[in-house]
Protein backbone atom coordinates (compact mmCIF):
# COMPACT_ATOMS: atom_id res chain seq x y z
CA UNK A 1 0.00 0.00 0.00
CA UNK A 2 2.51 2.70 0.56
CA UNK A 3 4.64 1.82 -2.40
CA UNK A 4 1.36 2.26 -4.12
CA UNK A 5 1.15 5.96 -2.30
CA UNK A 6 4.48 6.10 -3.14
CA UNK A 7 4.31 5.57 -6.97
CA UNK A 8 0.85 7.37 -7.72
CA UNK A 9 1.16 10.40 -5.00
CA UNK A 10 5.07 11.24 -4.42
CA UNK A 11 4.30 14.49 -2.56
CA UNK A 12 1.77 13.35 -0.17
CA UNK A 13 3.68 10.35 1.04
CA UNK A 14 6.75 12.53 1.66
CA UNK A 15 3.78 15.14 3.28
CA UNK A 16 2.68 12.00 5.74
CA UNK A 17 5.60 9.83 6.11
CA UNK A 18 7.24 11.71 8.69
CA UNK A 19 4.49 12.73 10.81
CA UNK A 20 2.77 9.23 10.87
CA UNK A 21 6.37 8.03 11.39
CA UNK A 22 6.68 9.75 14.47
CA UNK A 23 3.10 8.48 15.60
CA UNK A 24 3.36 4.85 14.68
CA UNK A 25 6.65 3.63 14.68
CA UNK A 26 8.39 5.48 17.76
CA UNK A 27 7.51 5.33 21.48
CA UNK A 28 7.13 8.90 22.45
CA UNK A 29 6.53 8.13 26.05
CA UNK A 30 9.66 6.06 27.09
CA UNK A 31 13.11 7.92 27.16
CA UNK A 32 15.82 6.79 25.06
CA UNK A 33 18.81 6.18 26.81
CA UNK A 34 22.98 6.64 25.89
CA UNK A 35 24.01 3.00 25.31
CA UNK A 36 26.94 1.34 22.65
CA UNK A 37 24.21 0.16 20.72
CA UNK A 38 24.08 -2.95 18.65
CA UNK A 39 25.88 -2.63 15.60
CA UNK A 40 29.32 -4.04 16.94
CA UNK A 41 27.91 -6.48 19.99
CA UNK A 42 24.81 -7.53 20.17
CA UNK A 43 22.14 -6.25 22.52
CA UNK A 44 20.36 -9.38 24.65
CA UNK A 45 17.31 -7.63 25.72
CA UNK A 46 16.22 -5.67 22.62
CA UNK A 47 16.85 -8.70 20.46
CA UNK A 48 13.75 -10.61 21.92
CA UNK A 49 11.13 -11.99 20.28
CA UNK A 50 8.42 -11.83 22.89
CA UNK A 51 8.84 -9.56 25.56
CA UNK A 52 7.68 -5.75 26.54
CA UNK A 53 6.55 -5.20 22.92
CA UNK A 54 2.78 -4.40 24.60
CA UNK A 55 -0.14 -3.34 21.82
CA UNK A 56 0.17 -1.45 18.68
CA UNK A 57 -2.56 0.34 18.71
CA UNK A 58 -3.00 1.38 22.76
CA UNK A 59 1.30 2.77 21.97
CA UNK A 60 0.11 4.36 19.07
CA UNK A 61 -2.41 6.51 21.62
CA UNK A 62 -0.18 7.16 24.01
CA UNK A 63 2.04 8.75 21.64
CA UNK A 64 -0.80 11.02 20.06
CA UNK A 65 -1.45 11.67 23.53
CA UNK A 66 1.91 12.74 24.21
CA UNK A 67 2.04 14.82 20.89
CA UNK A 68 -1.24 16.69 21.93
CA UNK A 69 -0.17 17.07 25.38
CA UNK A 70 3.26 18.80 24.10
CA UNK A 71 1.22 20.38 21.87
CA UNK A 72 -0.71 22.00 24.34
CA UNK A 73 2.11 23.01 26.39
CA UNK A 74 3.88 25.33 23.76
CA UNK A 75 1.05 27.26 23.13
CA UNK A 76 0.59 30.80 25.09
CA UNK A 77 -1.59 31.48 27.66
Known sequence: MSR??????PWAY??????L???AAR????PVLANPG??????????NIRGDHG????GIGRNVLTR????????PA
Do not use: E, Y
Open 4 to 9: IGFSAL
Open 14 to 19: DLLVGP
Open 21 to 23: FRL
Open 27 to 30: DSTR
Open 38 to 47: NVLAPNGPGN
Open 55 to 58: NAVL
Open 68 to 75: IGSLAGRR
